[in-house]
Nanobody, 122 residues
Framework: EVQLVESGGGLVQTGGSLRLSCAAS????????IGWFRQAPGKKREGVSC??????STFYSDSVKGRFTISRDNATVYLHMTRLKLEDTAAYYC?????????????????WGQGTQVTVSS
């Protein structure tokens, strides 16, 4: 059974940094594209970053490019978030997709974690 568990969320001031972790079990991480998504109250789930299964290519949404970095090791995918803004406040989810090289379409992802809350305050 594929399991994804996020951690590392919390309360941070604007301009601060956080590192989210997505611990994976029940899968070989390098066989899956892993995406990070976020959802703020009243808003649609938004893809912010993903890393492909094939060659480790990374992708970022325009809203986080230059501030967020995705990386992975054998069992965990990380999202290092810097220069956080108020609008980054959301629940953050990681997801695994065995069939693509990386996408911001949540429908491509079959396995999801439970999410971790990131709150940025002024």
């Amino acid at each position: 059974e594929v399991q994804l568990v996020e951690s590392g969320g919390g309360l941070v001031q604007t301009g601060g940094s956080l590192r989210l972790s997505c611990a994976a079990s029940g899968l070989t991480l390098y066989d899956y594209a892993i995406g990070w998504f976020r959802q703020a109250p009243g808003k649609k789930r938004e893809g912010v970053s993903c890393i492909s299964s094939s060659d480790g290519s990374t992708f970022y949404s325009d809203s986080v490019k230059g501030r967020f970095t995705i990386s992975r090791d054998n069992a965990t995918v990380y999202l290092h978030m810097t220069r956080l803004k108020l609008e980054d406040t959301a629940a953050y989810y990681c997801a695994a997709d065995a069939s693509s090289s990386g996408s911001f379409d949540p429908r491509m992802y079959a396995a999801w974690g439970q999410g971790t809350q990131v709150t940025v305050s002024s």
